[in-house]
C-alpha cells in the first residue's frame, strides 16, 4: 500500500510523529516475527493482553498485508491470557482480520478444551503447496518446500 507523499512540512512532521508512536505501541505489547516464507508468529508481550491492545496490532499490521503477505500467521496466547477473559470478542478481531486478507482460520485448543492459539492461513497456497508435493512425488524429485508441514 503506498502512501502519498506529505509536501508541507508540518504535516509531515504530524504524520511521522504517529507513525512512530503507533510502532511503539505495537513494539511494547508484541512480540512478532516473520519467516522468509511469509509466515507470522505474534505473541502478547506479559501475561496478560487486552482486546483493545489485539485491535490496535491487527489495525497496524493489515497496512502491511498484500496477496502475497502473510501466507499464514500463528496468533499465539498460550503463555497469556486475554484480560476479561474474553476470548469470544479476541477471536473475532482475528476472524475479522482473517476475512479481510481472504484467508481462512482456525482455533488450536490445548488438552484441557481451553483456546490457546488461532491460526490463519491461505488455503489456495496450501492447495498449492499440497498439489507441488504429490507432483514430486510421482516424479520420484525431492520435494525440499516444508511449508506444508504446517498444514497437516
Given at each position: 500500500?503506498?502512501a502519498?507523499?506529505?509536501?508541507?512540512?508540518?504535516?509531515?512532521?504530524r504524520?511521522?510523529?504517529?507513525?512512530?508512536?503507533?510502532?511503539?505501541?505495537?513494539?511494547?505489547?508484541?512480540?512478532?516475527?516473520?519467516?522468509s516464507?511469509?509466515f507470522?508468529?505474534?505473541?502478547?508481550?506479559?501475561?496478560?493482553a487486552?482486546?483493545?491492545?489485539?485491535?490496535?496490532?491487527?489495525?497496524?499490521?493489515?497496512?502491511?498485508?498484500?496477496?502475497?503477505?502473510?501466507?499464514?500467521?500463528?496468533?499465539?496466547?498460550?503463555?497469556?491470557?486475554?484480560?476479561?477473559?474474553?476470548?469470544t470478542?479476541?477471536?473475532?478481531?482475528?476472524?475479522?482480520?482473517?476475512?479481510?486478507?481472504?484467508?481462512?482460520?482456525?482455533?488450536?485448543?490445548?488438552?484441557d478444551?481451553?483456546?490457546?492459539a488461532?491460526?490463519?492461513?491461505?488455503?489456495?497456497?496450501?492447495?498449492?503447496?499440497?498439489?507441488?508435493?504429490?507432483?514430486?512425488?510421482?516424479?520420484?524429485?525431492?520435494?525440499?518446500?516444508?511449508a506444508?508441514?504446517?498444514?497437516?
Amino acid at each position: 500500500m503506498a502512501a502519498e507523499p506529505i509536501d508541507n512540512a508540518l504535516d509531515r512532521l504530524r504524520h511521522e510523529a504517529t507513525a512512530f508512536a503507533e510502532s511503539d505501541y505495537v513494539l511494547r505489547h508484541w512480540n512478532f516475527s516473520a519467516s522468509s516464507r511469509g509466515f507470522v508468529w505474534v505473541s502478547p508481550i506479559g501475561e496478560s493482553a487486552s482486546v483493545e491492545s489485539l485491535a490496535g496490532f491487527l489495525s497496524l499490521f493489515i497496512r502491511c498485508c498484500d496477496d502475497d503477505f502473510p501466507m499464514g500467521v500463528l496468533f499465539d496466547f498460550s503463555k497469556s491470557r486475554v484480560v476479561g477473559e474474553d476470548w469470544t470478542a479476541a477471536f473475532s478481531l482475528i476472524q475479522d482480520f482473517a476475512s479481510r486478507i481472504h484467508a481462512r482460520y482456525r482455533v488450536i485448543r490445548a488438552g484441557d478444551r481451553r483456546a490457546k492459539a488461532a491460526l490463519v492461513y491461505h488455503e489456495s497456497r496450501t492447495r498449492e503447496l499440497r498439489a507441488a508435493r504429490r507432483r514430486a512425488k510421482k516424479t520420484g524429485s525431492p520435494c525440499i518446500d516444508d511449508a506444508e508441514s504446517q498444514f497437516d
